[in-house]
């Protein structure tokens, strides 16, 4: 069974272009979670999705972010015209439940120039 | 979220035992007590988790005070792979809290 799986492990984008950062529960896994991580900082919870549905996105900036995990396919997590403060590395992990331990993946590093 | 307390950082010697400790002394009755650990480069990963009685598996042990206000991780014998920040987290056993909230954690080091 493989882990959670993110890709790009590395993103690299321009101020204003858009960021889309992708991630595949584990099998059987149908709760998502995304966190970002600042440089030399903790994690910092930003949204949980089911299936086709946000449950909670009390740590997703107001403006230029949404996630979605669609019935087939990845959770995607978006970031429109990206900023330097976006500059992060962004973490996503599933479980199977919701008091289920959380598997994290690799994480995707997005720097923007 | 019940709010933990750990210290900033600690170190230890290879092959020696670690104990990392927590205080959470507005724990409720259904919060269940999770560590996860960091390594360098790398997401999360889950260590232990206990509600009252100590716990043990293959990667570490948990003591849990009577009053459930604070718990210990040990790290029986501890390697050069075990360098990683370390998260006490709680997590509501009920309602499943639906995420985990994540504080700054103690950043371990070990020594050759």
């Known amino acids: 069974n493989a882990g959670v799986m993110q890709n790009p492990r590395h993103l690299v984008r321009r101020r204003g272009q858009e960021a889309r950062l992708r991630c595949s529960p584990m099998?059987?896994?149908?709760?998502v979670y995304w966190y970002r991580q600042l440089p030399e900082e903790g994690l910092k919870f930003m949204v949980y999705l089911q299936k086709e549905n946000i449950i909670d996105e009390s740590g997703m900036p107001k403006e230029r972010f949404s996630a979605e995990f669609p019935k087939e396919g990845p959770s995607i997590l978006r970031i429109q015209q990206v900023v330097r403060g976006d500059s992060a590395a962004y973490f996503c992990a599933s479980s199977p439940g919701i008091t289920e331990k959380l598997f994290f993946g690799s994480g995707t590093q997005l720097s923007v120039l | 979220d019940a709010k933990t307390t750990q210290p900033n950082s600690m170190e230890s010697n290879e092959e020696e035992p670690v104990h990392l400790p927590c205080n959470h002394s507005?724990?409720?009755?259904?919060?269940?007590i999770h560590w996860y650990r960091q390594l360098p480069s790398q997401g999360p990963e889950y260590v232990i988790h206990?509600?009252?009685s100590n716990v043990n598996n293959r990667m570490a042990s948990l003591a849990i005070a009577e009053d459930r206000k604070s718990s210990t991780l040990i790290l029986h014998r501890a390697t050069l792979r075990d360098a990683a920040v370390y998260y006490c987290?709680?997590?509501?056993?009920?309602?499943?809290?639906?995420?985990?909230?994540f504080g700054q954690g103690t950043r371990l080091t070990i020594n050759p």
């Open positions: 206990g509600l009252t």
């Open positions: 099998k059987g896994h149908s709760h």
């Open positions: 987290i709680l997590r509501d056993g009920v309602q499943g809290a639906q995420k985990l909230v």
């Open positions: 507005t724990i409720s009755g259904t919060d269940y």
